[in-house]
Nanobody, 122 residues
Framework: QVQLVESGGGLVQAGGSLKLSCAAS????????MGWFRQAPGAEREFVTE????????IYADAVKGRFTVSRDNAKNTVYLQMDSLKAEDTAAYYC???????????????WGQGTQVTVSS
């Protein structure tokens, strides 16, 4: 059974930082691209970033480029999202996802976590 468990969310002031983690089990972690998506209340889920299976390639949504950094540790079956210079509009539930596709579409990902809440106060 595949499990993706996010952690590290919380409440932070605007301009602050948070680091999210997503621990994976039940799959060949090193064989999957990993993504982060987010969903704010009343909004559709949106793409944040993706990192390739080997960590060599990344893509970011324009809204987070230059502020967020995705990384992974295949030895620990974990993907990370470092979020700096946080803004109120970054407030959302953040989800990690695993898949074999590449791109900004949620259809590229087969497995999803339950999400962790990030709230940025202005």
């Amino acid at each position: 059974q595949v499990q993706l468990v996010e952690s590290g969310g919380g409440l932070v002031q605007a301009g602050g930082s948070l680091k999210l983690s997503c621990a994976a089990s039940g799959l060949t972690f090193g064989g999957h691209n990993m993504g982060w998506f987010r969903q704010a209340p009343g909004a559709e889920r949106e793409f944040v970033t993706e990192i390739s299976w080997d960590g060599r390639n990344t893509i970011y949504a324009d809204a987070v480029k230059g502020r967020f950094t995705v990384s992974r540790d295949n030895a620990k079956n974990t993907v990370y999202l470092q979020m700096d210079s946080l803004k109120a509009e970054d407030t959302a539930a953040y989800y990690c996802a695993a898949g074999n596709g590449w791109g900004r579409m949620s259809s590229a990902f087969r497995h999803w976590g339950q999400g962790t809440q990030v709230t940025v106060s202005s």
